[in-house]
């Protein structure tokens, strides 16, 4: 696995906190780093299964046909105009059948159906708020581009973020860096998404506490044996991630826990896949 | 049924209900006042004096107004009338209602399940990072370990509902640039 | 009546009436049947007839042998694979799952005419049985997998039963992995519906689990807590026995015209009581056993000791009772002591019958088993006077799994019974006068 060594290299001059080994021989050690699995949560529920769209059909329809009468007779009073307007629109029922009470057949649901919205002076404002809700489509036009960059993408889901950095081998991961002097888990990851992604992400850092540790071995030889890092949890809720400059961010991309699945290297997923959630 | 009966009956809801619609241009106190003497929209009831009947037409003279709406009023709290008949199935269908309801205890258990493992993987993945990091470098679990004193619950964490708001995502966000306090 | 109900919007009955009749014109084979949608992936449903009846746990004959009530006559049967991985016992005919207009239990003309199923019922109860299904085929695919685990266990050691395995161990493995097997084919069919109709109309054929288990939880429910119930009020329980955690259902009756099951606890009388009683036995398992019926009377007045004694009415013995055949053959048991029938004496209160069913050790036939150095006075275990059923029970190494109990008091019939049966002059009892001083 060589995917974080660039990262590695860059900070190599920095202090970095390291294991003491407790021979004096030449460091050969693992290196400690801080890493943060950002995740966009879900902004939809779930699409619903065809046993569950007819489960709460059918349950509505039961509601329906055992809710009470409307009461007419109280919200258009005997002798009004409105009362006059309500019972013109109101369908055709046999009124001989005697299950018939109060416009409603007693063996099955009423639809109530309202006389129209009777208008003077139709403004704009009125009409604003008259006008019929419709409701947004669940899919965007980031799912029709299938655009991994993107944050309105599969809106059901949780996205989490992969980026790809400018080393010897190029490979997807979470968002690692090297834990400088004085610094800590969460205040570390933190600087490392400002300097990757920009200043203009609202993230909340669910918890200081790892949520995931992942310990790669460096094949080649070098200062370290192999880094292990620890990442934390955070959420991300409006803003964008900008790769910057300086970070050496060549790619970066917005994922489900099925896709990180093709994307990431074998052995990794392995070990990453527990800590993600299946929505 | 006298008057006093009816509305002893029905005097919590009833109180709701005339104070909320019938009578919203008057002044009605939500405080119960005695039965036997309140005021509603200029008329004196007066227990005793105003006997209602209910399920007889009220067409022919001798019922006040007030009688009659009074008893449209109470009219809508009673099942009276407005219940639909009996909802009786068949064994057949009281069958199929009920392997329905057996198919959606399945489906509610297998969701619990699959939740109740995916939370049980996760917090093990914690606890195998949690004992690393004490391995690794104790100074970091240290702070690592460290509850903040006031928990931050971020107010832009939304449920997720059944379509998408107007804007699903808010791009143009900007860090706050905050003038230094000091 | 598909999707009659669900879509018309403004449910008139007059409408719907008319609705209803329109549809019904589609001829019969015209209306699919609700197996031809289910899921065609199934994973039984590309196996062969022999797998899917090796896991159901019966013969691929009684897949193939029930008569299918969708063929209309001289048409094309609408049988599919998926019907076929139900044997004919759980597939009863008189359930056609077509959503039909006027259904068949409402016997009542006028409510069968007017009749109206809920709207939304007929989609959700198909997507109902998606689910269901493959729920059930993934079971039965899991019990392939065991079945296949425990016969190399028997392959290993070649033989064709469990019990035949010489090592303990594996033995043992493969006796749990068959209980495992019982509980996923119970779990399998619990929510098939046509299970479920099959038995709520007495339909059920015990050699399947699933019926053996809801027959069970059936007898639990009710008739044993009401048998127990009875045994301890009526103080049979410790009068007789001292203790009882029944695991099998003994039914009685007396023959006779008006014949029937009772309840435990009744007074009944002495002349109906006078004939030889029938037995039922169920045990809710598919195993052969041998059982011991021995019916005492703990209220026989005993003046020597100022007490009561018990008498001994019947012993019968060594019936074999198959997992799914309740009956007792009284002629292919042993009548150890014959039936005598009860004929309580005038003025000695209400007599209790208790009828105890004990299980025989280990299948065999009925012999006394010393237990230790413990010496058993042979001469007084079938005394019917002077009869100690906690003695008998010790001495045959019986095992109580059952009871029953009726009760008699002397009534108009008494003195024929004893005249017909030759039991001699009855005594009265009287109160006598006894003096303080």
Same mark, same amino acid.
């Given at each position: 696995?060589?995917?974080?060594?660039?990262?590695?290299?860059?900070?190599?001059?920095?202090?970095?906190?390291?294991?003491?080994?407790?021979?004096?021989?030449?460091?050969?050690?693992?290196?400690?780093?801080?890493?943060?699995?950002?995740?966009?949560?879900?902004?939809?529920?779930?699409?619903?299964?065809?046993?569950?769209?007819?489960?709460?059909?059918?349950?509505?329809?039961?509601?329906?046909?055992?809710?009470?009468?409307?009461?007419?007779?109280?919200?258009?009073?005997?002798?009004?105009?409105?009362?006059?307007?309500?019972?013109?629109?109101?369908?055709?029922?046999?009124?001989?059948?005697?299950?018939?009470?109060?416009?409603?057949?007693?063996?099955?649901?009423?639809?109530?159906?309202?006389?129209?919205?009777?208008?003077?002076?139709?403004?704009?404002?009125?009409?604003?708020?008259?006008?019929?809700?419709?409701?947004?489509?669940?899919?965007?036009?980031?799912?029709?581009?299938?655009?991994?960059?993107?944050?309105?993408?599969?809106?059901?889901?949780?996205?989490?973020?992969?980026?790809?950095?400018?080393?010897?081998?190029?490979?997807?991961?979470?968002?690692?860096?090297?834990?400088?002097?004085?610094?800590?888990?969460?205040?570390?990851?933190?600087?490392?998404?400002?300097?990757?992604?920009?200043?203009?992400?609202?993230?909340?850092?669910?918890?200081?506490?790892?949520?995931?540790?992942?310990?790669?071995?460096?094949?080649?030889?070098?200062?370290?044996?192999?880094?292990?890092?620890?990442?934390?949890?955070?959420?991300?809720?409006?803003?964008?991630?900008?790769?910057?400059?300086?970070?050496?961010?060549?790619?970066?991309?917005?994922?489900?826990?099925?896709?990180?699945?093709?994307?990431?290297?074998?052995?990794?997923?392995?070990?990453?896949?527990?800590?993600?959630?299946?929505? | 049924?006298?008057?006093?009966?009816?509305?002893?009956?029905?005097?919590?809801?009833?109180?709701?209900?005339?104070?909320?619609?019938?009578?919203?241009?008057?002044?009605?106190?939500?405080?119960?006042?005695?039965?036997?003497?309140?005021?509603?929209?200029?008329?004196?009831?007066?227990?005793?004096?105003?006997?209602?009947?209910?399920?007889?037409?009220?067409?022919?003279?001798?019922?006040?107004?007030?009688?009659?709406?009074?008893?449209?009023?109470?009219?809508?709290?009673?099942?009276?009338?407005?219940?639909?008949?009996?909802?009786?199935?068949?064994?057949?269908?009281?069958?199929?209602?009920?392997?329905?309801?057996?198919?959606?205890?399945?489906?509610?258990?297998?969701?619990?399940?699959?939740?109740?493992?995916?939370?049980?993987?996760?917090?093990?993945?914690?606890?195998?990072?949690?004992?690393?990091?004490?391995?690794?470098?104790?100074?970091?679990?240290?702070?690592?370990?460290?509850?903040?004193?006031?928990?931050?619950?971020?107010?832009?964490?939304?449920?997720?509902?059944?379509?998408?708001?107007?804007?699903?995502?808010?791009?143009?966000?900007?860090?706050?640039?905050?003038?230094?306090?000091? | 009546?598909?999707?009659?109900?669900?879509?018309?919007?403004?449910?008139?009955?007059?409408?719907?009436?008319?609705?209803?009749?329109?549809?019904?014109?589609?001829?019969?084979?015209?209306?699919?049947?609700?197996?031809?949608?289910?899921?065609?992936?199934?994973?039984?449903?590309?196996?062969?007839?022999?797998?899917?009846?090796?896991?159901?746990?019966?013969?691929?004959?009684? *897949?193939?042998?029930?008569? &299918? +009530?969708? #063929?209309? /006559?001289?048409? !094309?049967?609408?049988?599919?694979?998926? $019907?076929?991985?139900?044997?004919?016992?759980?597939?009863?005919?008189?359930?056609?799952?077509?959503?039909?207009?006027?259904?068949?239990?409402?016997?009542?003309?006028?409510?069968?005419?007017?009749?109206?199923?809920?709207?939304?019922?007929?989609?959700?109860?198909?997507?109902?049985?998606?689910?269901?299904?493959?729920?059930?085929?993934?079971?039965?695919?899991?019990?392939?997998?065991?079945?296949?685990?425990?016969?190399?266990?028997?392959?290993?050691?070649?033989?064709?039963?469990?019990?035949?395995?010489?090592?303990?161990?594996?033995?043992?493995?493969?006796?749990?992995?068959?209980?495992?097997?019982?509980?996923?084919?119970? *779990?399998?069919?619990?929510? &098939? +519906?046509? #299970?479920? /109709?099959?038995? !709520?109309?007495?339909?059920?054929?015990? $050699?399947?689990?699933?019926?053996?288990?809801?027959?069970?939880?059936?007898?639990?429910?009710?008739?044993?807590?009401?048998?127990?119930?009875?045994?301890?009020?009526?103080?049979?329980?410790?009068?007789?026995?001292?203790?009882?955690?029944?695991?099998?259902?003994?039914?009685?009756?007396?023959?006779?015209?008006?014949?029937?099951?009772?309840?435990?606890?009744?007074?009944?009388?002495?002349?109906?009581?006078?004939?030889?009683?029938?037995?039922?036995?169920?045990?809710?398992?598919?195993?052969?056993?041998?059982?011991?019926?021995?019916?005492?009377?703990?209220?026989?007045?005993?003046?020597?000791?100022?007490?009561?004694?018990?008498?001994?009415?019947?012993?019968?013995?060594?019936?074999?009772?198959?997992?799914?055949?309740?009956?007792?053959?009284?002629?292919?048991?042993?009548?150890?002591?014959?039936?005598?029938?009860?004929?309580?004496?005038?003025?000695?209160?209400?007599?209790?019958?208790?009828?105890?069913?004990?299980?025989?050790?280990?299948?065999?036939?009925?012999?006394?088993?010393?237990?230790?150095?413990?010496?058993?006075?042979?001469?007084?275990?079938?005394?019917?006077?002077?009869?100690?059923?906690?003695?008998?029970?010790?001495?045959?190494?019986?095992?109580?799994?059952?009871?029953?109990?009726?009760?008699?008091?002397?009534?108009?019939?008494?003195?024929?019974?004893?005249?017909?049966?030759?039991?001699?002059?009855?005594?009265?009892?009287?109160?006598?006068?006894?003096?303080?001083?």
């Amino acid at each position: 696995m060589f995917f974080l060594r660039r990262s590695l290299a860059t900070s190599a001059t920095a202090d970095a906190l390291a294991i003491e080994s407790d021979s004096g021989s030449p460091a050969k050690e693992f290196k400690i780093m801080s890493g943060v699995i950002l995740s966009r949560p879900p902004i939809i529920t779930p699409e619903q299964t065809a046993f569950s769209k007819a489960y709460y059909h059918y349950q509505s329809e039961l509601y329906k046909r055992m809710s009470w009468t409307f009461p007419y007779w109280f919200y258009y009073p005997k002798g009004t105009l409105a009362e006059n307007e309500y019972t013109r629109v109101q369908p055709k029922l046999n009124e001989k059948d005697p299950d018939v009470l109060f416009n409603r057949d007693r063996n099955s649901k009423q639809d109530v159906v309202f006389p129209p919205r009777s208008v003077q002076r139709e403004t704009e404002e009125s009409a604003r708020i008259y006008a019929k809700i419709v409701p947004n489509p669940r899919t965007t036009i980031a799912d029709e581009e299938n655009n991994i960059r993107s944050l309105e993408r599969k809106l059901d889901r949780t996205l989490y973020l992969i980026v790809k950095r400018d080393g010897e081998s190029l490979e997807w991961s979470f968002p690692a860096t090297t834990i400088e002097s004085g610094e800590n888990l969460e205040s570390s990851s933190t600087r490392m998404l400002a300097q990757y992604g920009g200043e203009d992400m609202n993230i909340f850092l669910v918890s200081g506490t790892p949520a995931l540790y992942y310990k790669d071995v460096y094949e080649s030889d070098g200062k370290y044996e192999g880094a292990k890092i620890f990442y934390l949890k955070s959420r991300i809720f409006n803003g964008l991630f900008k790769p910057q400059k300086e970070s050496g961010i060549v790619d970066y991309a917005w994922l489900t826990k099925e896709e990180l699945s093709s994307y990431l290297d074998k052995q990794y997923w392995r070990k990453v896949a527990g800590a993600l959630s299946k929505q | 049924m006298s008057l006093h009966q009816l509305s002893s009956m029905f005097w919590r809801r009833s109180q709701t209900i005339i104070s909320r619609t019938a009578f919203q241009s008057a002044a009605v106190s939500r405080i119960p006042q005695p039965l036997h003497n309140f005021e509603v929209s200029g008329v004196k009831f007066t227990h005793g004096s105003l006997e209602v009947t209910r399920g007889k037409r009220t067409k022919s003279g001798g019922s006040s107004p007030q009688k009659i709406r009074l008893v449209n009023m109470l009219s809508l709290i009673g099942r009276v009338r407005k219940a639909p008949y009996r909802l009786k199935l068949s064994y057949e269908d009281l069958l199929r209602h009920r392997t329905i309801h057996r198919a959606w205890q399945l489906v509610k258990r297998q969701e619990r399940e699959s939740r109740n493992t995916e939370l049980m993987t996760q917090y093990q993945k914690i606890q195998v990072a949690c004992d690393e990091l004490e391995k690794a470098s104790p100074e970091l679990f240290a702070q690592a370990m460290d509850k903040p004193k006031s928990l931050r619950f971020p107010p832009e964490y939304r449920i997720p509902t059944e379509t998408p708001p107007n804007v699903s995502w808010d791009s143009s966000w900007k860090k706050a640039t905050l003038p230094q306090v000091k | 009546m598909p999707r009659l109900p669900g879509f018309v919007s403004q449910a008139s009955r007059a409408s719907l009436r008319a609705a209803s009749t329109a549809t019904s014109s589609i001829p019969h084979s015209a209306s699919p049947s609700f197996a031809d949608e289910l899921d065609p992936k199934s994973i039984l449903a590309d196996k062969d007839l022999s797998t899917i009846a090796r896991a159901i746990g019966c013969s691929a004959d009684d *897949l193939t042998a029930f008569p &299918n +009530p969708t #063929v209309p /006559a001289g048409g !094309e049967p609408l049988i599919t694979a998926r $019907q076929l991985t139900m044997p004919a016992a759980m597939r009863p005919p008189f359930l056609d799952w077509r959503v039909q207009m006027k259904p068949a239990s409402l016997k009542s003309k006028k409510f069968r005419n007017t009749y109206l199923s809920p709207i939304g019922l007929d989609g959700a109860f198909r997507e109902a049985l998606e689910i269901l299904g493959k729920d059930r085929d993934t079971k039965y695919v899991q019990v392939l997998k065991l079945q296949s685990k425990v016969d190399a266990i028997k392959a290993q050691f070649g033989v064709l039963e469990t019990n035949e395995i010489t090592d303990i161990k594996a033995r043992s493995e493969a006796y749990l992995i068959e209980v495992k097997i019982e509980k996923l084919r119970i *779990l399998a069919e619990l929510s &098939n +519906p046509e #299970v479920i /109709a099959q038995f !709520e109309r007495g339909r059920a054929d015990m $050699q399947f689990p699933v019926y053996r288990y809801l027959a069970r939880k059936k007898w639990e429910q009710i008739p044993r807590a009401q048998l127990v119930d009875r045994l301890e009020n009526m103080h049979v329980i410790p009068d007789t026995m001292p203790y009882i955690k029944p695991t099998v259902d003994l039914r009685v009756r007396f023959p006779g015209p008006t014949a029937y099951w009772f309840d435990p606890g009744r007074i009944l009388s002495t002349a109906v009581t006078a004939q030889v009683p029938e037995f039922q036995i169920n045990t809710f398992e598919d195993k052969t056993s041998r059982y011991t019926i021995v019916i005492v009377d703990p209220d026989t007045p005993d003046f020597a000791n100022d007490s009561y004694k018990s008498t001994l009415h019947y012993i019968l013995s060594d019936i074999e009772i198959h997992g799914n055949k309740p009956d007792v053959d009284t002629e292919a048991s042993t009548v150890v002591v014959p039936y005598l029938p009860p004929h309580p004496e005038k003025n000695s209160g209400i007599h209790r019958y208790a009828v105890w069913l004990f299980e025989q050790p280990d299948g065999e036939r009925l012999a006394i088993r010393q237990r230790g150095s413990k010496e058993i006075d042979n001469s007084k275990l079938l005394d019917r006077d002077e009869f100690d059923i906690r003695l008998f029970r010790s001495a045959y190494g019986l095992k109580a799994v059952g009871a029953h109990l009726w009760r008699n008091k002397y009534d108009s019939q008494t003195e024929a019974v004893r005249e017909k049966f030759g039991l001699g002059q009855g005594t009265v009892w009287s109160r006598a006068r006894i003096q303080h001083y």
